[in-house]
């Protein structure tokens, strides 16, 4: 049994939505399909989810909303029109609409509410083309398929047992339809995993029904190796593991969301990542282990907007709970940090600095000062982060050294390196401005001449 998954640009349309059904026609394997809403058809377009926020703004702000709710309704009565469906689903968005809007409660639910519309009718309109089309299919409620979170709107988390009532979905003759990004808490209230979360919803499913593969449908042939706005037309990834998957999307790859890896990497299930408009090309897969391939570097990944927060003290090294009291300082001010390589009598944190304002930085600085007595403190800013991933480095010699002569050669200054523990990764900090010629000098070093 598969669980395919089908992103807002597979869904965006009439036309995307037949492709969407031959493909569930082509495998009976097919059996729990789970959609985003309509994202955007073109560049400027906006996406279902959107205009529901938008939607849900003006009535949070006490404004007349006729005009977002009707670019909401366009958007299904369009794809309504094109597939020859009824005009019930319309009806349902505005009496869910004016419900959720009369109903009292807390106003983040509300908004909550507003926001699964579209994931919602896109299902709603999905199982009854299907079915146009001889095919038995049912809509499937996220509540009556299971899925029970935890009480945070907007970031909700699965509670386990969810599972158990999801595999019972094995047994369903139907092939089901469930909207994806959005399910019930205990007490009955509709919350949302965060934005991109339809993803989430898939690898849960799959893990809950112990799929033999989770297919994700998206409009890319593949994973590349690096981004493709930096190197033209580079080399897909064929296969790649879970761990290299993650580090990589830590880092700027942005093909799947990261937290839908842990569902599914839990229960062992291989992902694919396909593309609706091309479903023949093989796509990538994502399993826990892999065979050898050769290659100690499967991707390179980087990523702009970080900063360092740099502490020099002598003798730091013989200070006991220096660090320990440097980090308290960061989490005091709500602050999360990524890394901090040190020396012997020096430390720098790396963070993401769009969490550091200049007044928050101020106090943290005066707080150093203050409570550690420092040397020196300073903090800099446009740092980007360029990293290599490949679960296959820790058995190859060099890797560090062919990585290193790539930045001599873009001419580029390594600020920091960090090999991670599990040597999976390889991390390298640098000024802004390197990124695009060190990733090209790297992808040159790792994909273009020596291979092995
Ligand atoms: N529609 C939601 C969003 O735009 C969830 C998703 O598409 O995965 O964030």
Redesign the pocket.
């Known amino acids: 049994m598969k669980v395919a998954k089908f ?2 640009s597979s869904v965006a349309s009439a036309e995307q939505l037949k492709k969407v059904a031959r493909i569930i026609k082509d495998d009976s394997e097919r059996r729990v399909i789970v959609v ?2 309509p ?1 955007k058809r073109s560049a400027e377009d906006i ?4 205009l529901l926020i938008n939607l849900g703004e003006a009535y949070r702000l006490g404004n007349p909303h006729q005009k977002e709710l009707n670019a909401v309704l366009t958007r299904f009565e369009s794809i309504i029109k094109d597939l020859n469906l009824s005009n019930q689903v319309l009806t349902e968005i505005q009496d869910d609409v004016t419900k959720i809007f009369a109903d009292g409660g807390a106003i983040e639910f509300k908004l909550e509410a507003i ?1 699964a519309i ?2 919602d009718s896109l299902a709603k309109l999905l199982s009854e083309y299907l079915l146009t089309l001889g095919l038995n299919a049912r809509y499937l409620n996220p509540k009556d398929a299971g899925l029970i979170l935890s009480d945070q709107p907007g970031s909700a988390q699965i509670l386990d047992e969810s599972f158990e009532q999801l595999y019972k979905l094995r047994e369903s003759k139907e092939i089901a339809v469930i909207p ?2 959005f399910g019930y808490t205990k007490k009955g209230k509709l919350v ?10 898939g690898s849960i499913v799959a893990a809950g029904v112990e799929a033999e593969l989770y297919e994700n449908f998206t409009d890319v042939d593949s994973v590349y190796c690096v981004n493709p706005n930096i190197v033209d037309q580079p080399k897909e990834i064929t296969s790649l593991t879970y761990k290299e998957m993650r580090e990589l999307s830590y880092a700027g790859f942005s093909v799947f ?1 990261a937290e839908a890896l842990i569902p599914a990497f839990k229960a062992k299930i291989p992902v694919c990542i396909k593309n609706t408009n091309n479903p023949n090309a093989l796509g990538t897969i994502i399993v826990s282990e892999k065979e050898v391939r050769g290659n100690p570097v499967v991707g390179i990944a980087s990523d702009k907007g970080f900063m360092s927060l740099y502490v020099s003290k002598y003798l730091m090294n013989r200070e006991i709970g220096f660090g320990r009291r440097l980090l308290n300082i960061l989490e005091d001010e709500g602050i999360s940090y990524e890394h901090t390589p040190s020396g012997i009598d020096d430390l720098s944190v790396i963070l993401r600095a769009d969490q550091m304002t200049e007044e928050k930085e101020q106090i943290v600085i005066n707080r150093i000062e203050h409570e550690l007595s420092p040397d020196l403190v300073y903090t800099e800013r446009g740092l980007a982060l360029v990293m290599i991933v490949g679960e296959e480095m820790h058995c190859h010699i060099g890797t560090a050294a062919r990585a290193t002569r790539a930045f001599e050669e873009a001419n580029v200054n390594i600020e920091m390196i960090n090999q991670g523990s599990s040597e999976v990764s390889l991390m390298f900090g640098i000024k802004e401005d390197g990124v695009e010629r060190a990733v090209q000098a790297l992808y040159h070093a790792f994909f273009e001449i020596n291979t092995i």
């Open positions: 992103g807002g985003s809403a994202g996406k279902v989810t959107d926001k579209g994931e994806g990004f949302t995993f965060s934005r991109g979360g339809s993803d989430i919803t969301h």
